[in-house]
């Protein structure tokens, strides 16, 4: 049988095989963004994209998607507790595109660059010579919050860390395209106010754009801990449940790990964004123990990463 794709295992693959890449860099494949340190300075780096049909449905307002595609790194950088510089963006545009359609496309980009901060200062465009999708990618530059606080990664959770989420999540991308991954607020202001009122409290952080369960999946084996989530503690969108919440995706908002004996801000930020403490991490059994647990009724279930439980034992 031929082997199953799946985005996560080409993803370890780049990880495992970044090697050599110099002492400039401090970290590389495998958290939001790669840290560099230029003779003193450090500098973060990434890129994420759009694709017509995956992050967007065909028809989307072109400014909308020019927007998400930079909102998309913004949380990145959020989820590093960083600070955005600038950017550069590259598209591929379908043949048939119309000029006043790709126009707009360019001034969502550059009004959400310059709303945070993060400037257009180059790119590339392309044309498919036959039929082929939309596609734009942003690369974002972004520095520290100040000297004295580091980017935060998601490797560095421990075990008893509580587990806590901005916001509430669940259908963020609905199935006619609309919805709430077009228009998020990163969550800049409330990862500052987290570095502020936590320092070294806060162990581990990242964005939430694939999914919890995918994502805490992510956050478990860079820490190499094992994360149990709560499910009736899940704060869910108005008409999602406890499995849209884990499975559903482009949420965008931040999950972070902090010291037993830190206490969380219930509320973050201007925006006053709540907080709510969802899991919590603990050493791995043994290595071949599910990197996520899911606690239902009182109930440890294997979590996967779509949110699927399996392989049930009682909690107590």
Same mark, same amino acid.
């Given at each position: 049988m031929p082997e199953v794709f799946r985005e996560d295992d080409l993803l370890a693959y780049i990880r495992d095989t970044a090697r050599a890449l110099g002492p400039h860099v401090k970290t590389g494949p495998g958290d939001d963004l790669a840290v560099l340190d230029l003779q003193?300075?450090?500098m973060l780096v990434g890129v994420d994209q759009v694709v017509e049909g995956v992050h967007f449905?065909? %028809?989307?307002?072109p400014e909308l998607v020019g927007r998400k595609a930079v909102t998309r790194n913004i949380s990145d950088v959020a989820a590093m507790a960083a600070r955005p510089v600038a950017c550069v963006a590259a598209c591929t545009l379908p043949a048939d595109v119309d000029p006043g359609y790709a126009r707009r496309l360019v001034?969502?980009?550059?009004?959400?660059a310059i709303q945070f901060n993060a400037p257009l200062v180059g790119g590339d465009t392309g044309i498919h010579r036959g039929h082929g999708p939309l596609m734009l990618s942003v690369t974002i530059l972004a520095e520290p919050i100040s000297p004295v606080h580091p980017p935060v990664l998601r490797s560095g959770g421990k075990a008893d860390d509580r587990l806590h989420v901005t916001g509430s999540l669940g259908g963020s991308l609905r199935p006619d395209g609309s919805?709430?991954?077009l228009?998020?607020?990163?969550?800049?202001?409330e990862a500052e106010a987290l570095v502020s009122?936590?320092?070294? %409290?806060?162990?581990?952080?990242?964005?939430?754009?694939d999914g919890l369960a995918q994502d805490a999946w992510r956050m478990a084996v860079a820490s190499h801990v094992q994360i149990v989530i709560d499910?009736?503690?899940?704060?869910c969108n108005a008409g999602c449940g406890w499995h849209e919440a884990v499975s559903d995706g482009e949420d965008y908002e931040l999950l972070f790990a902090v010291a037993a004996s830190t206490t969380v801000p219930k509320t973050l930020g201007r925006q006053r964004t709540k907080t709510t403490q969802i899991g919590l991490m603990r050493p791995m059994p043994n290595p071949d123990a599910p990197r996520v647990i899911g606690l239902l009724d009182d109930v440890e279930l294997a979590m996967d990463r779509f949110g699927r439980f399996h392989e049930a034992r009682s909690a107590r």
């Amino acid at each position: 049988m031929p082997e199953v794709f799946r985005e996560d295992d080409l993803l370890a693959y780049i990880r495992d095989t970044a090697r050599a890449l110099g002492p400039h860099v401090k970290t590389g494949p495998g958290d939001d963004l790669a840290v560099l340190d230029l003779q003193g300075r450090t500098m973060l780096v990434g890129v994420d994209q759009v694709v017509e049909g995956v992050h967007f449905v065909k %028809g989307t307002d072109p400014e909308l998607v020019g927007r998400k595609a930079v909102t998309r790194n913004i949380s990145d950088v959020a989820a590093m507790a960083a600070r955005p510089v600038a950017c550069v963006a590259a598209c591929t545009l379908p043949a048939d595109v119309d000029p006043g359609y790709a126009r707009r496309l360019v001034d969502g980009v550059r009004r959400t660059a310059i709303q945070f901060n993060a400037p257009l200062v180059g790119g590339d465009t392309g044309i498919h010579r036959g039929h082929g999708p939309l596609m734009l990618s942003v690369t974002i530059l972004a520095e520290p919050i100040s000297p004295v606080h580091p980017p935060v990664l998601r490797s560095g959770g421990k075990a008893d860390d509580r587990l806590h989420v901005t916001g509430s999540l669940g259908g963020s991308l609905r199935p006619d395209g609309s919805g709430h991954h077009l228009d998020f607020e990163p969550r800049l202001d409330e990862a500052e106010a987290l570095v502020s009122s936590l320092g070294a %409290g806060l162990h581990a952080m990242m964005d939430l754009s694939d999914g919890l369960a995918q994502d805490a999946w992510r956050m478990a084996v860079a820490s190499h801990v094992q994360i149990v989530i709560d499910v009736a503690a899940l704060p869910c969108n108005a008409g999602c449940g406890w499995h849209e919440a884990v499975s559903d995706g482009e949420d965008y908002e931040l999950l972070f790990a902090v010291a037993a004996s830190t206490t969380v801000p219930k509320t973050l930020g201007r925006q006053r964004t709540k907080t709510t403490q969802i899991g919590l991490m603990r050493p791995m059994p043994n290595p071949d123990a599910p990197r996520v647990i899911g606690l239902l009724d009182d109930v440890e279930l294997a979590m996967d990463r779509f949110g699927r439980f399996h392989e049930a034992r009682s909690a107590r």
